[in-house]
């Protein structure tokens, strides 16, 4: 079974459109953390925001916003007012500790390709 | 600070080459590990190291070695290149406590024909 999943392999919107990314990830552990990142067109992975399991306020970055839910397990994504440059891959992750070995893994949905069509 | 940087950006290998593709971060990060992402599969950790001197398999470990002798560099060895490892590797490193956020190098996109 997958630990995080983003059902949506690919969405399509027009610009000024929002649009919301899903994902929804599976752990036994209490504390963990919760990624999503941006791969745009030139491959590089940027950063967006990490989430830990103990903070589940909604969070707003601009046109950015992200919904945790402890209770569905999902930590969702919406970009409002879609541009041509939010084209591009994005991944949901999911970091917990290993067990013994003081250190951690983080685990990556298999993404969702967003396309904003002018 | 130059982050996290990967050499080469391009590679192509013939079936049973080695080669070894370089990371290093400026960063004093002591966790850095490997990823390769492959279409439609997400990235998935192949080692990863949490200081020099300490490294452990992740989710795909078979065919590469990695070793850690500074804190700076990490790098990934294919041993005997084979097909099924054509693939874009990642480098990441970060702060080791609290699971900080990973920062990502820009990638090294390797053929094995």
């Known amino acids: 079974a997958q630990k995080v999943t983003q059902a949506q392999t690919e969405i399509s919107v027009v610009e000024k459109e929002d649009v919301t990314l899903d994902c929804v990830y599976e752990t036994r552990d209490t504390t963990y953390y919760l990624f999503w990142y941006k791969q745009p067109p030139s491959g590089e992975l940027v950063f967006l925001i990490r989430?830990?399991?103990?903070?589940?306020q909604n969070e707003i970055s601009g046109r950015y916003s992200w919904n945790f839910q402890k209770s569905t397990s999902s930590f969702n994504f919406t970009i409002t007012a879609s541009q041509v440059v939010d084209s591009a891959v994005y991944f949901c992750a999911l970091s917990e500790a290993i067990s013994g070995a003081g250190s951690y893994q983080l685990t990556f949905g298999k993404g969702t390709k967003l396309s904003v069509i002018p | 600070n130059a982050g996290v940087t990967q050499t080469p950006k391009f590679q192509v290998l013939k079936t049973g080459q080695s080669m070894t593709l370089q990371c290093a971060q400026d960063?004093?990060?002591?966790?850095m590990s490997w990823y390769r992402q492959d279409p439609g599969m997400g990235l998935r950790l192949i080692h990863y190291s949490v200081g020099a001197g300490i490294t452990d398999q992740g989710e795909v470990p078979n065919g590469y070695n990695v070793s850690r002798s500074t804190t700076e560099d990490f790098p990934l060895r294919l041993l005997s290149a084979a097909p099924s490892q054509t693939s874009v590797y990642f480098c990441?490193?970060?702060?080791?406590?609290?699971?900080?956020?990973?920062?990502f190098g820009p990638g090294t996109r390797l053929l094995v024909l």
């Open positions: 990441a490193s970060s702060y080791l406590l609290t699971q900080e956020t990973q920062y």
């Open positions: 989430r830990n399991s103990f903070d589940e």
């Open positions: 960063m004093n990060h002591e966790y």
